[in-house]
């Protein structure tokens, strides 16, 4: 029985780790449209992306929803420049749910939250993230089995509660209030197709309905880059090869 792997992607990063780990890749906005919310396999893999230092919030919602047999459990986070207690944010999740986890790890990739990051920048630095090493490291562990989870300096778990409180009470879903789309904009209906809450339909140009989950995935893979965020540092966009294929 083939290893069912859950993630949550906007620009491509955690479904490249998914394709690489192989299996029955199942994304996490489309299973929450599901009735039914156990599952059953020898593996079961989660792969999501650090949001505020913790768990992106419709990550979280999916964790509380399920119920898993399994022999052996695992997850990969990954992050762009600080990763803090994310995982063990993901840990005490699990926890609560009574999911027991054999493997947990994380990886540092590219930051696509373009508010805070030139994505130029983050491209000319990624020869220095050695992720193409870091991910055959994971996909061997988890092809072996290996029981590991990665610990978390207790100090930095504990800061890491500012962001992940800040995220949880203001990222209401009116992050979308901060987008601009302008002329180039040829309603070709990507990013309502893309969207993972459904926060977007297209009248003559994409309108927002304030259930945005902050995921930048149809800023960057708009076609026309006619997608704007206040404050972004620059129009560089950036997608994995992994939605390529």
């Known amino acids: 029985m083939a290893a069912k792997i859950f993630?949550?992607?906007a620009t491509g990063n955690c479904l490249e780790i998914a394709q690489s780990i192989g299996g029955e890749l199942i994304s996490i906005p489309e299973a929450l449209q599901e009735k039914s919310f156990n599952y059953q396999a020898e593996e079961i893999g989660f792969i999501f992306p650090c949001y505020?230092?913790?768990v992106p919030k419709i990550v979280e919602k999916f964790l509380n929803k399920i119920t898993?047999?399994?022999?052996?459990?695992?997850?990969?986070?990954?992050?762009?420049?600080h990763a803090g207690g994310g995982l063990?944010?993901?840990?005490?999740?699990c926890n609560k749910n009574k999911i027991t986890l054999s493997y947990c790890e994380q990886i540092k990739m590219l930051d696509n939250f373009i508010?805070?990051?030139?994505i130029a920048k983050q491209i000319k630095n990624l020869p220095k993230k050695n992720i193409e090493q870091h991910k055959q490291t994971i996909v061997n562990d988890?092809?072996?089995?290996?029981?590991?989870?990665?610990?978390?300096?207790?100090?930095?778990?504990l800061l890491s509660l500012i962001p992940q409180t800040a995220y949880k009470l203001f990222d209401n879903g009116k992050f979308d209030k901060k987008f601009k789309v302008d002329d180039n904009c040829n309603s070709c209906g990507l990013c309502a197709k893309i969207c993972p809450t459904q926060n977007i339909t297209i009248e003559s140009k994409p309108i927002f309905k304030h259930n945005c989950?902050?995921?930048?995935?149809?800023?960057?893979?708009?076609?026309?880059?006619?997608?704007?965020?206040?404050?972004?540092?620059?129009?560089?966009?950036?997608i994995n090869d992994s939605l390529k294929r």
């Not at 399994?70 to 990969?76: E, G, M, Q, T, W």
């Not at 508010?115 to 030139?118: I, Q, V």
């Not at 989950?213 to 950036?238: D, M, W, Y």
């Open 7 to 9: 993630y949550f992607t």
């Open 52 to 54: 505020a230092l913790g």
């Open 68 to 81: 898993l047999k399994a022999d052996y459990v695992f997850a990969v986070m990954t992050y762009g420049e």
């Open 88 to 93: 063990k944010h993901f840990q005490k999740i």
């Open 115 to 118: 508010p805070f990051f030139d």
């Open 142 to 157: 988890i092809a072996k089995k290996v029981c590991y989870c990665r610990k978390i300096n207790p100090l930095t778990a």
């Open 213 to 238: 989950s902050s995921c930048l995935a149809c800023t960057h893979r708009c076609p026309q880059n006619a997608i704007h965020v206040k404050g972004e540092k620059n129009s560089i966009r950036f």
